[in-house]
């Protein structure tokens, strides 16, 4: 009798590991040599990318979409700018704890929102965040609907606190990165992805489904918390409209359904493509959004696992290899 | 009070427009559309555009519209929505939402975001006096009287034609339907032109109640899902009752303060949402 | 000597990767009720979805009349007279009885079969024809699944499974029924589960097994350990006892 074994990894995702840790390096390094405005539009794009990657393991591997995300985004800012503006405390340091708040405040708004499943779940999500939206659009300590500036970060010389937050935004896309990635790999991600498979028979297996869809639900939101914290440090100015705005849930759908939702590297992939359109079409304003809506509309239903995932099976490419396939 | 009530009827008629296509869609093929709003704005557009090129007035550019709305919700489910029907809830989704910036951008671009209207030749100012020292607007009574119409409509339509059964049995079991020799692709693009009939008429009202411009979509989308959900899915009567609810609660909320209106009408949906999730008058489906 | 109304030639069937047919031979002679029976899993449904056009077939490889209908849709293949009782009854929960009848005249031919004549056959639809169709008795859903099929005036009725979830006693009075149809010249096709109902009421039957027809003949000819045998793929000839597979 034979034993099989189970072979996590491939020789292309071992090169992609090094290679990555190698861009990370040289990333890293920028301050001392990039120009500032490169490192703003890194920010800003590691920022799309966070909240991409959240929206993808919401979507595609706990099998809920949702078009009301950034409530989480702009409550990570506002807590953030809270945090910083009334208690004092280092915005940098804000982040990760308007994350935490973000991923608190997610369970209360799952005994709603998990009311609804499918397409109203996802419009659902959507007024939950109209809600938050016209909340801190009538809260005057914050501005109300003017919004209001972060002021804690006031003191710092312009060029120390753009690197710093070009730092804190590396290690927000690696953290990201990392934490999406072993969490598929392990025994909860496995079962992760037999629920959305199918989930009555994930049931029957002992599997927790409504659990595990919590945990991913309040995992998305740290991680649209961490996302939305980071961009208002960038931007040091808030508003409830660019807080709360549903564009940010638009591009992160772009992004994943170009890069291929449901695998680790489609919004990697999506991330890149959005990056170069951005940079050479949005000049064009109205029309390059047309365009992105339209990409978006024929990639949904000309290549259904996205471009990466079509590339995928054409040449049978994985850099995160989450599946496991037997050798004998 | 009773003034309050009856503005939040008339404004429940408008909802109720704007929520009967959505309702039709989701039942017949379980698509959720959220450029819903969107093609209303667009309704709207096409509306504002011919009374001025065409020189019509409002009744005939609602002639006219009317029918074309049919011909491109039917062109548009055959066309670009088919391919995405299934158990996945996600390409509708992605789709719809791509239509939905698709067509604000288009508008943007040609129509400029200044809010335009349609001119309604007095009707939007004229008043209708009743009883008891009040007076109703007389086209938020049209629309009131519109939206009971086309509820009506839509209900007998389903209980008591044979497109209503092919409409009910398709959307019970696929499979079987065709077994019975259903083209389901025909069904569904037959309730989406009606849908988008409903949806022709909603967007002229919203041109001549208001000014419309291209980003309004959304916020229309919202009131027409809120309106569905409070009354219970599958049941036209249902989305009728939720959007008076819908209506009635933001009239008291604009009552108590100009800016929570909306947010009023939020809280309701999400309050029914917690109490009674499957809303007021559901028609139990599995 | 009847003529073959419908036949199918080694007819192969998928899902996706997954074969579910290897070459089914079958043939249907005018008037006569065949029967086919198996274990789960055997095949006998994806057979008659061929058969019906929900499972994709080459054109050729099912012909009703000579005519290939192999692949083609649902509709068409009503039109030209085949109808099915799917298993499970399916019936539709938002139509009643009388809408689940008239469902099945959507694609009708000329016929003898119209909702009078049904509730002739079965009295108790009459009485509940605007409740809603799920409402019903297993045996009387049974009864409305028959009906539906009936509506559309077929040549060819096929019925799959139409004892599953019933008690002996209704089990019997559906398949009394049988009769009247096949008197007035229905071919007739049951898929049964049940090998004793099975061969009490067609006049022949396939055994499939995995896909493949292992056993065929005349009802009253075959023995018990020839259709365990087929049934089961086993060469050990176990005795059958009365009423269990």
Known sequence: ?328 | MIETLLQGLLLGGLYCLFALGQSLMFGVMRLTNTAQGDFIVLASYGAISATTLLAVNPTVAGLVLVPVAFAFGYALQRFVLSGTLGRDPLPSLVVTFGLSIVIQNALLEVFSADPRSIESGGLATHSIALPGDLAVGALPLLIFATAVVCTAALQWLFSHTSLGRAFRAVSDDREIAELMGLDSQRIFALATGIAFMVIALAGLFQGLRTTVSPADGPLLLLFAFEAVIIGGMGSFWGTFVGAMVLGITQQIGFRIDPGWGIWFGHLVFLAVLVVRPQGLFPKTRG | MSSTLLRAQQLTAFYGDAQALFGIDFELHAGETVAIIGANGAGKSSFLKCLTGLLRAPREAISLDGQGIGGLPPGHIVKRGVAMVPEGRRLFPSLSVQENLQMGAFARRPGPWTLERLFKMFPILERKRHDPGTSLSGGQQQMVAIGRALMSNPRVLLCDELSLGLAPIVIKEIYDALPTLTGEGMSVVVVEQDVTVAQRVSQRVYCFQEGRVALQGRSDALTREQISEAYFGLGSGLSLSEGHP
Not at chain 1, 112 to 128: H, K, P
Request: glycine share 12%; charged share 10%.
């Open chain 1, 1 to 328: 009798m034979t034993t099989a074994h189970v072979i996590r990894g491939t020789a292309a995702s071992q090169a992609a590991l090094w290679l990555g840790i190698a861009l990370a390096a040289l990333a890293a390094s920028m301050p001392w040599w990039a120009e500032s405005s490169w490192m703003r539009e890194f920010v800003e794009i590691a920022c799309y990318f966070i909240f991409a990657m959240m929206w993808n393991l919401l979507a595609g591997y706990g099998g809920m979409v949702s078009i009301g995300q950034q409530a989480f985004f702009g409550l990570g800012g506002y807590v953030m700018l809270m945090l910083g503006n009334f208690a004092g405390i280092n915005p940098f340091v804000a982040i990760p704890l308007a994350a935490l708040v973000a991923a608190a405040v997610a369970v209360p708004v799952s005994w709603v929102a998990f009311r609804l499943q499918g397409g109203y779940f996802a419009i659902g999500t959507w007024v939950i965040a109209e809600v938050f939206r016209l909340g801190f659009a009538n809260m005057s300590a914050v501005g109300g609907g003017s919004g209001t500036s972060l002021t804690a970060l006031r003191g710092i010389e312009k060029a120390t606190r753009e690197s710093l937050t070009f730092w804190t935004a590396l290690v927000c896309v690696v953290a990201s990165v990392a934490l999406v990635y072993l969490f598929l790999r392990s025994k909860q991600g496995l079962a992760l992805l037999a629920i959305r498979d199918n989930e009555v028979a994930a049931e029957s297996q002992g599997i927790g489904v409504q659990r595990m869809k919590l945990a991913v639900y309040v995992v998305a939101a740290f991680g649209g918390g961490l996302a939305g914290a980071l961009y208002f440090v960038g931007n040091l100015r808030i508003s409830p409209d660019a807080a709360f705005s549903v564009n940010w849930t638009a591009f992160a759908i772009f992004m994943v359904i170009i890069g291929g939702i449901g695998r680790i590297e489609g919004p990697i992939v999506g991330a890149l493509i959005f990056w170069a359109l951005n940079k050479f079409f949005s000049d064009y304003g109205t029309w390059y959004l047309l365009g992105l809506g339209l990409l978006a509309i024929v990639v949904t239903i000309f290549f259904k696992r996205g471009l990466w995932g079509w590339a995928q099976q054409k040449w049978g490419w994985s850099l995160f290899p989450t599946h496991r396939h037997l050798s004998d």
